[in-house]
């Protein structure tokens, strides 16, 4: 889970590169002057940091500091098997009707 959650953040984070990226690229072709090429794109990007990681990380504060916080998957606290996996194998072969 926690694996996925951390591809989650990197996709939305690669997301908001591209949103942002875009959005400089519209304004470069549409306005001449800098000011107005620079302002929208740092207000996209401030946006996509606001909405997308400082929000989540407040509110995990708050839930941690409210002891209403999530618990652990039980799996995260068990140890890591370490030797090689078995094989979930029938006792008896499958045969087919007609042997």
């Known amino acids: 889970m926690t694996v996925a959650n951390r591809f989650t953040l990197a996709g939305l984070a690669c997301v908001a590169v591209s949103i942002t990226g875009a959005l400089l690229l ?30 989540p990380l ?13 618990a652990a998957a039980p799996d995260q606290d068990a140890p890591r098997q370490t030797g090689p ?5 029938t006792t008896k072969p499958h045969r087919s009707p007609r042997q």
């Open 85 to 89: 996996r078995r094989r979930l194998t």
């Open 58 to 70: 407040r509110r995990r504060t708050e839930l941690r500091r409210d002891g209403r916080a999530p």
């Open 26 to 55: 519209v304004t470069d072709l549409m306005f001449a002057d800098t000011i107005l090429v620079i302002a929208p794109t740092a207000l996209a990007a401030m946006s996509c940091v606001v909405s997308g990681c400082l929000a």
